[in-house]
């Protein structure tokens, strides 16, 4: 039995799987940044250096999912966190906003 458009209310979108930036999808344009909390007990140990995170951005820009993909241990969370804050522009594919999968770092140096 087929279901009726009921008046007044939209039909749940299909889901878009994630599309990765470069190859013909442009790089994402940041619009929120926040730099990361250097963590006390990283900077007491003069640990540095930088975190590469994969972040998946929603069709609002936001981050939906973010996993470390080279660890600097004592920075990794501080990354993590900072990254989860940033907003970019939705990323357009065929004029539809779609969630973009795009590879971040975060540097952390010490002073």
């Not at 975190?51 to 936001?62: K, L, Q, Y």
Request: aromatic share 4%.
């Amino acid at each position: 039995r087929a279901l009726e458009a009921v008046p007044g209310v939209e039909p749940p979108a299909r889901p878009v799987e994630p599309v990765r930036a470069g190859q013909g999808v442009r790089m994402p344009v940041k619009v929120t940044d926040v730099a990361p909390a250097y963590p006390r007990l990283a900077r007491d140990a003069r640990v540095d250096g930088t975190v590469i995170i994969e972040a998946t951005f929603d069709t609002d820009g936001r981050v939906r999912d973010a996993r470390v993909l080279r660890s600097v241990a004592l920075l990794d969370q501080a990354a993590l966190d900072a990254v989860r804050q940033w907003q970019y522009r939705p990323t357009l594919l065929n004029g539809v906003p779609v969630p973009v999968i795009i590879t971040v770092t975060v540097t952390f140096r010490l002073q």
